[in-house]
């Protein structure tokens, strides 16, 4: 099946793809543990800027143990993934001077 780029919008979120994971996980029963989240969807892969990685990589180091909704497992996801999911840092569209502390320094 391919996917639309509608679709694909639908499913990323602050730089990851979840792609057809993200409906998986609306569709499961919650509250699920960790381990059995892993065993059905640990090797469906998400897409960072410029990587992949199984959802087992990013989530087998959380301490969490179970996961209350499919809002939470994403919102662990965010969490793990970090600054790889993020491209260009330190930049923003909006244009204009971004604050730097080095910046306020020089002011004082």
Do not use: C, H, W
């Not at 919008?9 to 059995?36: H, N, W």
């Not at 499919?70 to 993934?81: G, L, P």
């Amino acid at each position: 099946m391919t996917v639309t780029t509608d679709q694909n919008d639908d499913s990323r979120e602050q730089g990851v793809e979840f792609g057809s994971l993200a409906e998986e996980l609306e569709e499961e029963a919650y509250p699920i543990g960790k381990e059995e989240l892993l065993d059905t969807y640990g090797d469906e892969e998400i897409v960072l800027e410029d990587d992949t990685q199984t959802l087992r990589e990013v989530l087998e180091p959380l301490g969490e143990d179970e996961f209350e909704s499919a809002d939470d497992v994403r919102q662990s996801v965010m969490t793990m993934v970090g600054d790889e999911a993020v491209g260009r840092k330190n930049y923003s569209d909006r244009g204009g001077e971004t604050d730097s502390p080095e910046s306020d320094e020089e002011s004082v």
